[in-house]
């Protein structure tokens, strides 16, 4: 208690400053030029903060094809009858207000000695920092039977927008007593409650309109996220609904046939109504094709989140391989921030400050009973690492759940409004 | 406010004679649960919570903050309608003196009531009550909820001043889920918080005594200067 805080307090701010990069001059053209492909909750944020932060200073250019961003946090609520399919869908008006250009389009090919993204719509576009967050592509062949041909008739709903409203017509079109199949995810995929939340709320769906039918997930995992929680609240509201085959049971070794609609467990054939594939998942294909992924992943720097391969090519969210972080909405919107923060200083010499990460994950089991799980982050030279978290408790009282579901409520008003203005 | 502002300037000039040995050590804010049960007390005549309406007495919803005689559609005692037009305000040290014995404040008051004698007691009824009123009823360290009493900070905390540069970065972890324009559903807003009542929450959550798990993490690694960063952004960001 001796020590003197304002000296300190001087310290940790001289410390502060002295992280400031060394300002990049941006060669040739203008103001410098910061690309951003992927509109989602990495990109979308990382744009915002960007144009904002530098108040012109940097010109920020967002590639995404779709006009409408539908949220994949809350799709599951979507599913459960809790929201509108509009309630999940954003537009870009307010980010282009804001500063960000907006291209609608795809980008197929990343030139790292030119510095240039080209865009299937043929332009080719010039970066000083290119920002990838492209979210996540499926793993070919890892659920047999199973391609993206076939993603009408068993949907992954695993992109939120069609896909989820596919899946939703699917359920409400199931016969009486019938089956609704999950063929569940192996890790790392995003955000591991999921599966977990979206099997509550077909079963709360159920529950109401059709309270016979039954759930059969197939899982690779021996256990999963929040898996007392969810078990504790399946028991609760929806007992004897809901089978869970893990491993051990032979939940890792499953083919399907879209064509017959069945579901193969281990050699046991089961005839579905509703089969959920979520396949196996990579980084979004353009990380790829950039050439910064190793395996199915992009490694990143945990500091600023750029990529081990190349320093003017930074990946967030789900794509990127960072370490301790779930692959969340929460979490590549805190990516976003730290890696905006960073790439600002480097083109313009503001200050930057040291990587902080969080993130929170709340899953709604029934009707005013959410749950949630959340951990604090810090950069280490080898990864994002987990600081300090908590979980919900099994046991805990109605007024603690339906506060976490409103919580859940604020969370998302918040992290739309912070990645889209 | 004017007392409150006092107490700031008071814990300022004592730094120097507490800096050895001020830990952190705070006085419990009330406990709703047990408010509940001392509520009983007053259910005979109010109402409070969804669908409350004025009974033999007013309902309590939305009172901190309500000036005294408030409410349009209750027949308030001239006593209490004179106090209303004096500037007296339902905050948590006015509904403090109040209950403690009713008719030494509104000696005309038609509340036949004897008083909640017991300071704990109080503070408990205070606390629940809070729990039915808007904004900021989640935030018991904001006015019109605050009791200056309600912490014992270090007045070394509180007399750091915060760089609102490093606040506004810091801010980015808070704005995913507190929204920056304020709004608040669900999760309270912080925007424009005084920035002592923001310093001393985010410590209440840093020592755990206030009770939110997302909190407490986020608050629990914040060094005393980020927190004060952090007030001076939040503090004085504009509308
Ligand atoms: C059912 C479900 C529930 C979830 N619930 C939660 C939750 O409650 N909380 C939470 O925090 N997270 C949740 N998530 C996870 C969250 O949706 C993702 O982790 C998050 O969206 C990842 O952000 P991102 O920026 O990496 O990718 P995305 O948000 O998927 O954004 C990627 C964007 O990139 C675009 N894109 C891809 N390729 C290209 C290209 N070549 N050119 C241009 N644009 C391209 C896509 O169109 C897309 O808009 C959930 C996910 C699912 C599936």
Redesign the pocket.
Known sequence: MTVNRRTFMGTSAAAAAALAAPMVKAAGHGRPKVIV???????ATAARYIAKDSKGEIDVTL????RT?Y??????LYLGGFKTIDDIGHGYGTLAAGGVNVVHD???GVDRDAKTVSLAGGASLPYDKLIL????DFVDGSVPGWDLSAQNAMPH????GSQSELLKAQLMAMPEGGTFAMVAPPNPY??PP?PY??VSMVAHFLKQNNPTAKILIADPKAKFSKQGLFEEGWQNHYAGMITWIGPDFGGENVSVDPAAMTLNIDGEVNKVDVCNVIPAMKA???AELAGVTDGNWAPVNAADMSTKADPDIYV????SQQGDMP??????NSQAKVCANAVRGALTGSKVFPAKFSNT???LIAPNDGVKVGATYEATPEKIAKVDGFISQTGESAEVRKATYEESEGWYTGITTDMLG | MADRAAHNRRTVALAAVFWMCAAPSFAQSGDIEAGRDVFQRCSGCHQVGQGARNGIGPHLNGLFGRAAAGLEDFRYSKSFQRAGAGGLEWHAETLDVFLENPRAMTSGTRMSFPGVKDETDRANLIAYLRTFSDNPANIPEADPTARARDHDLDPAILALVGDPEYGEYLSGECTTCHQAAGGDDGIPSIVLWPEEDFVVALHAYKNKQRAHPVMQMIAGRLSDEEIAALAAYFGNLEE
């Open positions: 492909v992927g509109g989602g909750a990495g990109g590639i995404e094809p779709t961003y949220t994949c946090f809350f799709s599951n795809w980008a197929i967050s492209p979210g996540i709903a695993y992109k939120a995003r955000c999921g939340e979206r979004g294909r353009i967030l969210g789900d794509a692959k969340s909405g929460f979490s590549a994950c709340w899953s």
